[in-house]
Nanobody, 128 residues
Framework: QVQLVESGGGLVRPGGSLRLSCAASRFTLDRYVIGWFRQAPGKEREGLSCISSYDGSTYYADSVKGRFTVSRDNAANTVYLQMNSLKPEDTAIYYC?????????????????????WGQGTQVTVSS
């Protein structure tokens, strides 16, 4: 059974940074594409970023491009989402997800339906 566990969320002031982790168990994360999503209260889940296991290529939504960076540590079986210059509108529950393929082309990697397995989420609150 594929299991993903997010961590690293919390309360941060506007302009601050957080690094989220997505740790995998019972499968080798470096073989599969990993996506990051978020869902704010009353809103649909939004795709933020993804990283390919094929060549390490990354893709970002316009809303986070230049502020968020996705990376992977294969030795740790973990994918990270570094979030800088956080804004109050970044407040949401953040999720990582995976699918049994190495990559998605373009914006497919930001689509919720592209993924089969999801973590439980970690809360990020940006507030002064």
């Amino acid at each position: 059974q594929v299991q993903l566990v997010e961590s690293g969320g919390g309360l941060v002031r506007p302009g601050g940074s957080l690094r989220l982790s997505c740790a995998a168990s019972r499968f080798t994360l470096d073989r599969y594409v990993i996506g990051w999503f978020r869902q704010a209260p009353g809103k649909e889940r939004e795709g933020l970023s993804c990283i390919s296991s094929y060549d390490g290529s990354t893709y970002y939504a316009d809303s986070v491009k230049g502020r968020f960076t996705v990376s992977r540590d294969n030795a740790a079986n973990t994918v990270y989402l570094q979030m800088n210059s956080l804004k109050p509108e970044d407040t949401a529950i953040y999720y990582c997800a995976t699918a049994r393929r190495t990559y998605y082309s373009g914006s497919y990697c930001l689509k919720e339906y592209s993924y089969d397995y999801w973590g439980q989420g970690t809360q990020v609150t940006v507030s002064s």
